[in-house]
């Protein structure tokens, strides 16, 4: 819980399973992976957020994966999924 995953790798991962937690990106074409409850993801651009959504028992409500675009997905910031939908935290 509350933990931390980071890499700066080119096309790598950073996974996160805990809940509060978080996964931080910062190798061009690399992914940031969050599936604990109430966690969240940043990348820079051309990276891929993958984001879950849980309820308060952890069932699954949603998974999106999205592309840091730098405008509708902004570099270096956190997101989590709230009712389906991608916010800023």
């Known amino acids: 819980y509350n933990s931390a995953a980071t890499n700066s790798g080119y096309k ?13 990106t910062e190798g061009k074409g690399s992914i940031a992976i969050v599936t604990g409850r109430k966690a969240k993801a940043s990348g820079v651009k051309d990276c891929w957020l993958v984001l879950t959504e849980r309820d308060d028992n952890y069932k699954i409500l949603t998974v999106k994966a999205i592309p840091v675009d730098g ?18 935290c």
Not at 12 to 24: R, W
Not at 71 to 88: A, D, M, S
Request: net charge negative.
């Open 12 to 24: 790598s991962a950073a996974t996160n399973t805990g809940d509060n937690s978080a996964a931080t």
């Open 71 to 88: 405008v509708k997905i902004k570099e270096n910031t956190f997101y989590t999924l709230v009712n389906g939908e991608c916010i800023e």
